[in-house]
């Protein structure tokens, strides 16, 4: 079974300043890793996925996010964060496996303020 | 093309009373997994359907039921409601081949309050 830790359950930040929101997973086999944003009243968004390859992931809206698997980390970033980027960002992991393993789970969340 | 929709946008019931939730998945996609948001807790999954059939259950009683027909819509049935089962209940549509997850679409919910 797979578990996902959101080390921040908030986090403020000024409009145009670089954020880092962490994410750490525990698993005893391979995972594809996932980040969703959620925005007030709305269901999940997909930002960004990792299934392999490059480290480094590209998503939408300026976000990126590096898998290291020494470390079991799969943080998000962006260097220049906007008000309306101002929403909950769920990190989730899923067992490569498949079969009954392929759901995903899902962090606790972590709630990123952006203030002028 | 139409995304993963879910009715109604918001239900009120009674405590001891049953609900219904609805799910259309994207076309073609076969699998739909059902999961409870509530305050505090974070998605908590509940249920996934895949070809008509119950693939994989979260820990919750059997009081939380759901079913898949055959276009691959899907219910979520809550009987015997509880105060607790206040929450914003999220359904996801996916796809994949064996090689790989897509990744989950996710609705906009449906938001259960129980009175």
């Known amino acids: 079974a797979q578990s996902v830790t959101q080390l921040d359950s908030q986090v403020p930040v000024f409009e145009e300043a670089p954020v880092e929101l962490r994410c750490n997973y525990s698993s005893s086999v391979s995972v594809y890793l996932f980040w969703y944003v959620q925005y007030p009243n709305q269901g999940l968004q997909l930002l960004l996925k990792?299934?392999?390859?490059?480290?480094l992931v590209k998503g939408i809206n300026g976000f990126e996010a590096e898998f290291n698997k020494s470390q079991t980390s799969f943080h998000l970033r962006k260097p220049s964060v906007h008000i309306s980027d101002t929403a909950e960002y769920f990190c989730a992991v899923s067992d490569t496996s498949g079969g009954s393993n392929y759901k995903l789970t899902f962090g606790k969340g972590t709630l990123l303020t952006v203030n002028p | 093309e139409a995304g993963v929709t879910q009715s109604p946008t918001h239900l009120i019931k009674t405590r001891g009373q049953q609900a219904t939730l609805r799910c259309s998945p994207i076309s073609g996609h076969t699998s739909v997994y059902w999961y409870q948001q509530a305050l505090g807790l974070g998605l908590q999954f509940l249920l996934w359907y895949d070809e008509g059939e119950e693939r994989n259950r979260g820990n919750f009683p059997p009081r939380f039921s759901g079913r898949q027909f055959p276009n691959y819509s899907s219910e979520l049935n809550v009987n015997a409601l509880e105060l607790d089962d206040s929450a914003l209940y999220l359904c996801?549509?996916?796809?994949?081949?064996?090689?790989?997850?897509?990744?989950?679409?996710f609705g906009s919910g449906t938001r259960l309050t129980v009175v």
């Open positions: 996801a549509s996916s796809s994949y081949s064996g090689t790989g997850l897509s990744g989950y679409t």
């Open positions: 990792y299934l392999s390859g490059s480290t």
